[in-house]
């Protein structure tokens, strides 16, 4: 499994879902998987929360990745967010990206339910049994209301040959030194757009970030300046991006997002599904400012 882990790292944005007249649009989602590509990720990450997973039925849910690992036809290493809040779901999302033969599941905690640790352990072993394939937790309590302890960390790391790291979308960078202390080839990927370069500074493999959407190459570039060790590339490429990181959460994500993929003519249209609605014209202003001032538009 060695040379497959070895490919997973750098930027792998999680995609957008785009909608057309209330369904998934397929063909703007092929249009932005192809400029992912072009534009230097080293990864996708299909399904993920910028995706609006919770507003996707299982089927579409399983239709998307299907359609994904089809059009990246092995350009770039994908990676599947095969998560819910329900056992059944999951086992039916996971089941279906594993025989797709994704190159990594991201399985984010189960939110709403407030599990104790001994559950959340339950849960990703019976979700990952009988499958030969890398996994990571996905790793946001701000959205599950349930955080991961070390000592979950390490009972799945003992119990489970193919846990192999994260996405850690938390302000807690003592955590992922914990973690990168103690297992040393633990992929950490970085959740929070303004803990990229700080993450990757003390041992973070890449980077999970929903701002890949409007500008992938500055965050390959940043991953592979960390990896030379050119810490002061990184980190100007990191401060180049904070008034765009910023404007990512002005509204719950992606409604930032999606506007200004629609203003920069990577989508059609900022659709989203209910009870997630696009921005407001107040918040337009807002943006269309961020985006000038950053020269997107």
């Known amino acids: ?41 080293h990864g996708i990450l299909v399904n993920g929360t910028t995706a609006e997973p919770a507003t996707l039925s299982v089927e579409e849910r399983n239709d998307i990745m299907s359609f994904a690992v089809e059009k990246t036809a092995g350009r770039v290493p994908v990676i599947a967010a095969s998560g ?15 025989n797709l033969k994704v190159d990594a599941l991201l399985i984010v905690t189960p939110y709403y339910i407030k599990p104790p640790q001994r559950g959340l352990i339950e849960y990703y072993l019976k979700v990952t049994e009988n499958i030969d394939i890398p996994w990571m937790i996905y ?3 701000g959205r599950t209301a349930v ?37 040393p080839d633990f992929k950490i990927f970085v959740g929070l757009e303004s803990l990229s370069f700080p993450m990757m500074a003390i041992g973070a493999v890449g980077l999970m970030n929903a701002v890949g959407n409007l500008r992938p190459r500055p965050l390959s570039d940043m991953c592979e300046a960390v990896w030379r060790n050119d810490l002061n590339a990184a980190k100007k490429i990191h401060n180049q991006l904070f008034m765009v990181n910023e404007a990512v959460f002005y509204d719950t994500n992606p409604i930032p997002m999606k506007y200004m993929m629609k203003r920069m003519g990577l989508i059609k249209e900022n659709e989203h599904r209910l ?14 400012k961020i ?4 020269k997107l538009i």
């Open 147 to 183: 955080s991961v302890t070390m000592d979950t960390v390490r009972t799945l790391k003992s119990k489970s040959p193919n846990f192999i790291g994260m996405k850690h979308a938390v302000n807690d960078l003592g955590f992922v030194t914990e973690c990168l202390n103690e297992f």
């Open 1 to 41: 499994m060695s040379n497959q882990l070895d490919k997973i790292k750098g930027s792998i944005p999680p995609l957008i879902t785009p909608f057309k007249n209330g369904e998934v649009d397929f063909e703007s989602y092929q249009r932005n998987l192809d400029f992912q590509i072009k534009d230097g990720s």
């Open 84 to 98: 819910s809040q329900s056992l059944k779901e999951t086992q039916a999302l996971t089941k279906h990206a594993a």
């Open 275 to 288: 009870p997630m609605v696009p921005a407001d014209k107040a918040l337009e202003l807002r943006l269309d």
């Open 291 to 294: 985006l000038d001032q950053a």
């Open 139 to 141: 790793h946001i309590p």
